[in-house]
């Protein structure tokens, strides 16, 4: 069994962005990011925090947008489209969940395709589906990006999801079908999981419930890739019964430092490609 180590690799992601920021510097063009925050969800402050360190680190300038709970409907939306018009902003992330009462599809609507850093537009969604250059998800991309950098092969091979957000599971199935995979997506009505997941050549859980993944529904060999990100007893642990779990793999990523950290690193690489392209 090897580690998929998510922190090692989000390192060498964003070295490779820093010289790339300074790259466009040096033409003369700041790599901006606006954060938008509604309302005052206390996760959502711990993974803001994560993705401006991380942002400062590289050279990205975070412009923050913090509105109150309160905030109608309308105000969000200008909010968002003033960013859009902005051209020092390269890149534009809502961090979700938005408090109750907004429309989230509407909000995010606002955000034009070449600033849709986080992949959620219908448009970007939508040449993902249809096999075209597309801004992708962070933390689907982060998988995949982990998997290519450690040199696992992907084409022909099974690849079984479980999970079918809009935000993890579908992309996720997607860009795995884009690189030949043989994609099987698992959900909460699906009928027989374990078997399916025994199938498995790569296994990849995004469902969200502590040791959701025994190692009677891994394979022998297979590669596991956990999403999850639970707290137990203010304790991280991801889908998976890592214990159990990994002697039986070729390769498995822990929670924490597995997938991520190289979902943090993915918005960065997406703002980054995004001030390429205004450049
Ligand atoms: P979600 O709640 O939107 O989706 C969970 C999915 O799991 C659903 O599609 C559902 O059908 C499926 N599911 C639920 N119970 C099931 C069951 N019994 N059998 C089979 N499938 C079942 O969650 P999400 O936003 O996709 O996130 C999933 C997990 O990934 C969460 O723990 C979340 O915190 C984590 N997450 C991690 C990162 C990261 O950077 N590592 C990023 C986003 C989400």
């Not at 902003?89 to 969940?97: A, D, E, Y």
């Not at 995010?108 to 969604?125: H, R």
């Not at 991309?141 to 957000?165: D, F, T, W, Y």
Request: net charge positive.
């Amino acid at each position: 069994m090897k580690l998929l180590d998510g922190k090692l690799c989000a390192a060498e992601v964003r070295a490779e962005l820093k010289a790339r920021v300074a790259s466009l510097a040096a033409r003369g063009k700041r790599v901006g990011l606006a954060v938008v925050r509604i309302g005052d969800d206390p996760a959502s402050e711990i993974y803001i925090r994560n993705k401006v360190r991380a942002c400062e680190e590289v050279g990205i300038a975070p412009l923050f947008r913090l509105l109150p709970a309160g905030t109608p409907q309308r105000m969000a939306e200008d909010v968002v489209k003033a960013l859009a018009a902005d051209p020092e902003v390269c890149g534009i992330l809502v961090q979700l969940p938005l408090p109750a009462g907004l429309d989230e599809a509407r909000i995010l609507q606002c955000i034009p395709a070449e600033k849709d850093v986080d992949g959620f537009s219908a448009e970007n969604f939508g040449r993902l589906a249809a096999g075209r250059p597309a801004t992708v998800a962070c933390t689907p991309q982060g998988v995949m990006e982990l998997l290519r950098r450690n040199c696992i092969p992907v084409a022909g091979k099974h690849a079984v999801v479980i999970g079918r957000s809009n935000i993890v599971g579908r992309p996720m199935a997607l860009l795995l079908l884009n690189a030949d995979a043989t994609v099987t997506v698992c959900h909460s009505k699906t009928r027989g999981l374990a078997a399916l997941c025994r199938e498995a050549d790569l296994l990849v859980s995004a469902v969200g419930t502590p040791n959701f993944v025994t190692a009677d529904m891994v394979k022998e060999g297979a590669v596991v890739v956990d999403v999850g990100i639970n707290r137990v007893g203010g304790k991280l642990c991801g889908d998976v019964d890592f214990a159990q779990v990994a002697p039986h793999t070729s390769w498995i990523t822990p929670v924490p430092g597995g997938v991520g950290p190289m979902t943090v690193a993915m918005l960065l690489k997406n703002c980054v490609d995004a001030a390429e392209r205004q450049l």
